[in-house]
C-alpha cells in the first residue's frame, strides 16, 4: 500500500504563483512515476503534469511554459511550481504515485482557487 498527502493549495490571486507539495509513504518502489491531475466542477479530471520513472517530464497543453513539476527522488516526493496563473486553473488538484504494477495511487486532493 501506498500513502500519498498533498499540501500547498489556496486562494491566489490571477497572475500569481503558488506551489504545490506531495509526499508518497508506505511501499514505495525504487522507479515510479508521480505527478498531477486537477478537476474543475462539472469538468474530467486532466493531466497537468508527470515526472516519469523514465526521468521526463509530461504536461498538459494548458499548462506549458508556466507549470514546473520536480520530484526528490530521496523522499518520494513531487512538486509543482505553477506561476502566471488564471482563472481556469482553479480546481482541485490531485496527486498520484505509480510504481512499477502501474497502479496509480491518488491523494485527497488539495484546492487551488485562482481569483481576484
Known amino acids: 500500500q501506498v500513502h500519498v498527502v498533498e499540501s500547498g493549495g489556496g486562494l491566489v490571486q490571477p497572475g500569481g504563483s503558488l506551489t504545490l507539495s506531495c509526499t508518497a509513504s508506505g511501499s514505495i518502489s525504487s522507479r515510479y512515476s508521480m505527478g498531477w491531475h486537477r478537476q474543475a466542477p462539472g469538468k474530467y479530471r486532466e493531466l497537468v503534469a508527470v515526472?516519469?520513472?523514465?526521468?521526463?517530464?509530461n504536461y498538459g497543453d494548458s499548462v506549458k511554459g508556466r507549470f514546473t513539476v520536480s520530484r526528490e527522488q530521496s523522499r518520494s516526493a513531487v512538486y509543482l511550481q505553477m506561476n502566471s496563473l488564471r482563472p481556469e486553473d482553479t480546481a482541485t488538484y490531485y496527486c498520484?504515485?505509480?510504481?512499477?504494477?502501474?497502479?496509480?495511487?491518488w491523494g485527497q486532493g488539495t484546492q487551488v482557487n485562482v481569483s481576484s
Open positions: 515526472s516519469l520513472s523514465t526521468g521526463d517530464d
Open positions: 498520484h504515485y505509480t510504481g512499477p504494477d502501474d497502479w496509480p495511487y
